[in-house]
């Protein structure tokens, strides 16, 4: 059986550019005869045929049988690298039996340290996992429990544990003593919330809250309104009252009645 020659990409494509070339010369060479051009182009043009041709066959013959020698000598290596391997492993097990002897224990321990931490590597994932509540109040103490949240009821502070309004802010000042008629009707409201029920919408809790001992108050924008806390979250709560409502209640505080409603 006939060996076939291997030759690169790169050998096989310098091999046809050359020849390519050496074909184009050779035309023209041809060319320059018929027409009688002058001996001077035909010969230049011959010339450069003859080199490229000669380049063709050197890429070809040459380069193409050390690139085949190459590459059969790097492929018959390859598979023979594993035999000689298992040889030379063989030769040195059979000189060396202690050593081998000696490194066996510790593939062994090797691979049970491997297998404990892949153990331990759960349990610490498990451990990190679990909720823990921390008391500010407590110092170090924690719990690794919750409480769920089902159980915990919400208790509304008594009137008199609300705080007071020290913090007011900048929206809001109390109405002048010219209000004495809705001063007086608002005093008596307060008397009476548990039967009337004044409610204002709290903005972080999105319901309407019961107001407790509410007071009257200014708004920037000249607004009276009634002041209180939420129970629940403890911000602030606005009751705006309208032009009609302060008309009604100072017609009303000049008769001494009280609204029934806000």
């Not at 390519?20 to 023209?28: Q, S």
């Not at 023979?80 to 066996?104: G, H, I, M, W, Y």
């Not at 008594?158 to 009707?185: F, K, M, S, T, W």
Request: aromatic share 8%; with cysteine.
């Amino acid at each position: 059986m006939s060996k076939r020659q291997v030759i690169s990409v790169d050998r096989r494509q310098r091999f046809w550019e050359f020849f390519i070339f050496g074909c184009v010369f050779i035309a023209l060479f041809i060319f320059w005869l018929v027409i009688r051009a002058g001996l001077v182009i035909s010969f230049i043009t011959g010339v450069l045929a003859g080199i490229c041709l000669a380049a063709a066959w050197y890429h070809w013959f040459w380069q193409a049988r050390t690139g085949s020698t190459r590459i059969l000598t790097t492929v018959s290596k390859q598979p023979e690298e594993p035999a000689e391997n298992l040889a030379r492993q063989e030769d040195a097990v059979s000189a060396n039996p202690k050593a081998t002897s000696e490194k066996a224990p510790q593939k062994e321990t090797s691979a049970k340290t491997i297998l404990t931490k892949a153990e331990t590597l759960p349990q610490a994932a498990s451990k990190e996992s679990e909720p823990v509540l921390v008391i500010p109040s407590g110092g170090d103490k924690t719990f690794s429990e919750v409480i769920p949240l089902s159980n915990v009821t919400l208790v509304a502070p008594e009137p008199g544990q609300i705080p007071d309004d020290d913090d007011d802010d900048d929206d809001e000042e109390l109405v002048p003593a010219n209000h004495e008629h809705v001063e007086a009707i608002v005093a008596s409201i307060t008397k009476n919330t548990e039967k009337l029920h004044i409610e204002a919408y709290c903005v972080k809790c999105h319901v309407k809250r019961d107001m407790h001992n509410p007071r009257l108050v200014r708004l920037k924008n000249g607004h009276p309104a009634l002041a209180s806390r939420c129970p629940i979250c403890a911000s602030k709560l606005y009751r705006i009252i309208s032009a009609k409502k302060n008309s009604e209640w100072m017609n009303l505080g000049e008769k001494n009645e009280t609204p029934s409603t806000v």
